[in-house]
Nanobody
């Protein structure tokens, strides 16, 4: 399995922006669907966004218009640009890879997960 490594989390004020990055071995993002999920304390893991190998993307309703997923295959990275952050966005954010064709919003579709990066938003 390809090793996924997230970075870019931090402590920010509401309204600020962050860009998360997910790194993987070469060509990983050419073949797999890549998703971002998040998990807040005491809550279940939640779908945030996903991007297919074709580049087609989807975002959850809670982040649509504020977050954008993208990828740079040449740099072997997938990004999550997060704007207008809110305290309710506070969570550990995970990058994950799934076989193409699996339901992108279902965490059970993903069999390869990174260790996560903490995002904390204060008001």
């Amino acid at each position: 399995q390809a090793q996924l490594v997230e970075s870019g989390g931090g402590l920010v004020q509401a309204g600020d922006s962050l860009r998360l990055s997910c790194a993987a071995p070469p060509r990983t993002f050419m073949w797999y669907t890549t998703g971002w999920f998040r998990q807040a304390p005491g809550k279940e893991r939640e779908f945030v966004a996903a991007i297919a190998r074709t580049g087609q993307s989807t975002h959850s309703d809670s982040v649509k218009g504020r977050f954008t997923i993208s990828k740079d295959v040449a740099k072997n990275r997938v990004y999550l640009q997060m704007n207008s952050l809110k305290p309710e966005d506070t969570a550990v954010y995970y990058c994950a890879a799934a076989q193409p064709g699996n339901p992108a919003r279902d965490p059970d579709s993903y069999d390869n997960w990174g260790q996560g990066t903490q995002v904390t938003v204060y008001s």
